[in-house]
């Protein structure tokens, strides 16, 4: 059937002469712009400080256990490999412990909220370390508690900084390989420094002081960055 208009121009309605127009500029699946949902600069800089952000956290994350086992098995505690086993079962304990309250929360409480909440206990983890190295003097006792609550706290941060990457970008498997890489490089290098830093901690006390002191900082300036 056709119309016909003012113009006498004829006009079809036929759904056979219809056009279709497809998008061919679709953008790559490995490009930044489909991380950004169309944006190539958002991108691009949110990967960027995802990556560093991924490579502290899985840094810290896997070297902690193993410098703590090793704190705890020097000379100045005196304690035996099996008994400094213990501490670090005590800390994958309460490690599975934070992983399950977190994934249980997260369900009626929004990531950002729970992020917030647990950078929260990591500054107040952070200065009791702080207090207990500089005013109190580190016993057993304490850096089996502290210890405890430091697996506690670091369990969550992981999995819900997926929960908040997801929040920001299209997380697409190229994107989750990348992190997991900066995840493994900050393991490498931490554990790297970890273990030359050792022999200086041996020696000189105070420079395990100096760390945690450190990590209070940091702690610090990612609090007062959150809120």
Same mark, same amino acid.
């Given at each position: 059937?056709?119309?016909?208009?003012d113009d /006498?121009?004829?006009v079809?309605?036929?759904?056979e002469?219809? +056009?279709?127009?497809?998008e061919t500029?679709?953008?790559?699946? /490995?490009s930044?712009?489909?991380?950004?949902?169309g944006?190539f600069q958002?991108?691009?800089?949110l990967?960027?400080?995802?990556?560093?952000y +991924?490579?502290?956290?899985?840094g810290?994350?896997q070297t902690?256990?193993?410098f703590?086992? +090793? #704190?705890?098995n020097s000379?100045?505690?005196?304690?035996? *490999?099996? *008994?400094?086993? %213990?501490g670090?079962?005590l /800390? %994958?304990?309460?490690?599975?412990?934070?992983r399950?309250?977190?994934?249980i929360?997260?369900v009626f409480v929004?990531?950002?909220m729970?992020?917030n909440?647990?950078w929260?206990?990591?500054?107040?983890?952070a200065?009791? %370390? @702080?207090? @207990?190295v %500089?005013a @109190?003097g580190? +016993?057993?006792?304490?850096?089996f508690v502290l210890g *405890?609550?430091?697996g506690?706290?670091?369990?969550?941060i992981?999995p819900?900084?997926f929960?908040f990457?997801n929040q920001k970008?299209?997380?697409i498997?190229l994107l989750?390989?990348v992190l997991?890489?900066?995840s *493994?490089l900050?393991a490498?290098? #931490?554990?790297k420094?970890a273990?030359?830093?050792n022999?200086?901690?041996?020696?000189?006390?105070?420079l395990f002081?100096?760390?945690?002191?450190?990590l209070?900082w940091?702690?610090?300036r990612i609090?007062?960055?959150?809120f």
């Amino acid at each position: 059937m056709c119309l016909l208009k003012d113009d /006498y121009a004829a006009v079809s309605t036929s759904p056979e002469s219809v +056009t279709v127009i497809t998008e061919t500029d679709q953008p790559s699946p /490995y490009s930044p712009r489909t991380c950004g949902r169309g944006f190539f600069q958002y991108g691009l800089t949110l990967s960027v400080i995802f990556f560093f952000y +991924t490579f502290f956290i899985g840094g810290n994350d896997q070297t902690f256990s193993k410098f703590f086992f +090793t #704190f705890l098995n020097s000379e100045r505690f005196s304690l035996s *490999a099996s *008994a400094a086993s %213990w501490g670090i079962i005590l /800390y %994958w304990l309460s490690y599975s412990v934070g992983r399950l309250i977190g994934a249980i929360v997260s369900v009626f409480v929004s990531v950002d909220m729970c992020l917030n909440v647990v950078w929260l206990a990591g500054l107040c983890l952070a200065v009791a %370390w @702080f207090v @207990f190295v %500089w005013a @109190f003097g580190l +016993t057993t006792t304490s850096l089996f508690v502290l210890g *405890a609550l430091t697996g506690l706290v670091f369990a969550p941060i992981f999995p819900l900084s997926f929960g908040f990457y997801n929040q920001k970008l299209n997380v697409i498997p190229l994107l989750i390989a990348v992190l997991l890489c900066g995840s *493994a490089l900050g393991a490498i290098l #931490f554990q790297k420094i970890a273990g030359k830093s050792n022999e200086f901690i041996k020696k000189n006390r105070n420079l395990f002081s100096f760390f945690v002191k450190v990590l209070c900082w940091i702690r610090i300036r990612i609090i007062f960055r959150r809120f």
